[in-house]
């Protein structure tokens, strides 16, 4: 009876019940329910049949229920799930979504997969009420995996898609009232590698550095275009495109984080559009490689430095695929190009609108 705990507390929660409408069912307590849900105590074998019976599946399968997603059954579900809205309806899809948590809300990394996509997914919502319906699944599942994971990590990932939700929400208080303003870093992943060295596990110790400086420098390529974006900036424009310019010289951001860099470059072409030209057109060329690296391969790359990060990617639901709408960056990463009055007035923007047009078409084919 080893797994009949776990059996007990994912089909009640599965099936959406309390702890006290279970033991009314069984006319027990809820002490006992807890009890039997924490592997302190065992239900009766008579009451066996019952209890199968309120979740609908055979005693043996409550005596062995051991059903677990595998990673490779996360990333197909995840992927398809994420493809699935430019196919049907939003409505369909969030039920679709719901559905999922449902039948598997004790799989908590599988639960962490559908907090991503709802997030990647949640600016498809055509009003107000979607937009509401979504976060009201996501803190669902947030309070599911917050009260019964195990694992410090996703309940972790879990309070950051809240915080997520409520900035979606325009609730803006509390997303600064849940997140610090500086939170402390210790170097953690530092001093994991130092263990691993001391271990003399130089495999594991060379996965984590990089990692860790992967992630990094991939959050510092989002904050510079955040501040780029925002006018967060308070030294020369030409400054902040030399430190982007020998950033991407020493480690290739380029290559490894296109749809970032698009971000930076689109900047800096609307920055001069008014006022030089060639910079603009200099910027919208760098912008058109980026889009082309990033519809060659819509994914997490690597190049000879980062060479190994695979341990990590393994780890992520969608794998080494970017956690975005494939269709949706790229009609978004085209038309701000083709749709601006100021850049079509540039003398040699046809040249420009061609390559967006190619790249555009080439990565719809590949989709």
Known sequence: ????????????????????????????????????????????????????????????????????????????????????????????????VRDYYISHCNEFKFLNSLLGILANNILYCENEMQVKETTKLAYEIIKTTEDNSESIYLKRHAQGYQTLMYMFEGDYSSVINNTPDFDLKIGENAILTLAYLQKGNISKAKNVIQTDMYQSLMIYIHDFALMLTYDLYSIPIESLESKLHYINKAFNVDYLYPHLSMNCYYKFALYYVKNDDNKAIQYLKQYCQCFDYLTQDFVYQKDEFFNEIDEWLNT????????????????????????????????NFKSIQEDVYRIYNKGMKNN
């Open 1 to 96: 009876m080893i797994q009949i705990s776990k059996t007990i507390k994912q089909e009640r929660l599965r099936r959406g019940m309390t702890q006290e409408a279970l033991a009314e069912y069984l006319n027990t307590t809820k002490t006992t329910i807890s009890k039997w849900e924490n592997a302190s105590l065992y239900p009766d074998i008579t009451i066996l049949p019952k209890l199968a019976k309120v979740f609908n599946i055979s005693v043996d399968n409550l005596l062995n229920y051991s059903i677990t997603m595998t990673d490779e059954e996360i990333k197909e579900v995840s992927i398809s799930l994420s493809k699935m809205i430019n196919k049907t309806s939003y409505q369909e899809y969030v039920s679709t």
């Open 316 to 347: 992520l639901p969608l794998e080494n695929r970017l956690p975005a709408n494939y269709e949706n960056t790229l009609n978004t990463a085209s038309s701000r190009i083709l749709e601006n009055e100021d850049f079509m007035a540039l003398d």
